[in-house]
């Protein structure tokens, strides 16, 4: 008998482990291929929003990485080849108590690539700002999306620092 | 018709004819604001190493072109600054920096989508104090850009 529940617990920790290892696959598969890469990592906090919306008209998909401190948050910029410039004029602002925010285009799922000079090279619009220590990557369908991205994330930011 | 008339008679018919003929429209200056407000002109005083031009543009296109050409001669490490009554810009001669100015928050994001659109990296900064927005457009490595020379 006791023989007999021993195997019974061995059987439904095997069956828990095996159904949170399909839940969590299941997870993986509708994020985004940013979000794959940094979820892992403690030092960040990283979501994946699909169809986040825009305005009124505007729906796209956006992953969002949130670093945990002051100390990190230049670490990471330089991380994805943000330039040193901008991080400088982010300090700046900082200090000044000005609000500040930085745009430019990656290469797709690559925030650390900078896009090269080829016109069919998928982009995609990146964000950020030291008001909340998020960079923002938006899978951006077309430059005319990116641009009302950028306004609408742009003035959100002024109006609410 | 007497003889000492007819000069006098054919300089004023020569004269009538000759202003007639001017195909030169003259609007009112209502009508030259709405026209200006609607339409795509812009007119720009700019210096380049310390030598100023005044130009007029008209049309996006044409606008898009003048901004090309200004931005070849900052990566060719000319001193560019570009001035409308409301945006002045300029670049950092030693660095591919191009900064413009301007309190009107559309000509802002309008910079500085237009320079995202070029490759640079772009911060907009804005002043609560002054309501002024800065965007500061961080080009790629000289050694990438395309060495334009202008004639």
């Given at each position: ?28 598969s509708s994020v985004s291929d940013v979000y794959r890469r940094y979820a892992g990592d403690e030092k960040l906090a990283v979501a994946f929003v699909k169809d986040y919306r ?69 982009l995609d619009l990146i964000l950020f700002s030291y008001q909340d220590y998020t960079v923002f990557i938006f899978d951006v369908e077309s430059k005319k999306q990116a641009h ?14 | ?60 296109h044409n606008w898009q072109l003048f901004l090309d050409e200004m931005i070849a001669l900052t990566q060719n490490g000319h001193k560019v600054t570009i001035r409308r009554s ?66």
């Amino acid at each position: 008998m006791k023989k007999n529940v021993t195997i019974l617990f061995i059987f439904i920790a095997i069956l828990s482990l095996v159904f949170s290892v399909i839940v969590m696959r299941l997870h993986l598969s509708s994020v985004s291929d940013v979000y794959r890469r940094y979820a892992g990592d403690e030092k960040l906090a990283v979501a994946f929003v699909k169809d986040y919306r825009i305005g009124d008209s505007i729906t796209v998909d956006v992953t969002t990485i949130t670093v945990k401190d002051s100390a990190s948050w230049e670490v990471f910029l330089r991380s994805i080849n943000v330039n040193e410039l901008t991080i400088e004029l982010q300090r700046d602002a900082k200090k000044k108590g000005n609000i500040s925010v930085s745009t430019a285009y990656r290469v797709k799922n690559h925030p650390e690539i900078l896009p090269s000079r080829k016109t069919d090279e998928q982009l995609d619009l990146i964000l950020f700002s030291y008001q909340d220590y998020t960079v923002f990557i938006f899978d951006v369908e077309s430059k005319k999306q990116a641009h009302l991205i950028a306004n609408y994330k742009r003035k959100d930011y002024i109006n609410k620092f | 018709m007497k003889s000492k008339f007819k000069p006098i008679v054919m300089l004023a018919a020569f004269c009538f004819v000759a202003i007639s003929c001017q195909k030169e429209t003259v609007v009112d200056t209502d009508t030259a604001f709405h026209l200006q407000q609607n339409a795509f002109v812009r007119c720009i005083n700019y210096n380049i190493d310390d030598v100023s031009f005044n130009v007029t543009i008209f049309g996006e296109h044409n606008w898009q072109l003048f901004l090309d050409e200004m931005i070849a001669l900052t990566q060719n490490g000319h001193k560019v600054t570009i001035r409308r009554s409301d945006v002045s810009a300029s670049n950092d001669k030693s660095r591919n920096v191009v900064v413009f100015e301007t309190t009107n928050e559309t000509e802002a994001h309008k910079w500085c989508n237009e320079m995202i659109d070029k490759g640079y990296e772009v911060t907009m900064t804005y002043d609560p104090r002054t309501g002024k927005y800065t965007c500061t457009a961080i080009g790629p490595d000289r050694t990438d850009s395309q060495s334009d020379t202008i004639s």
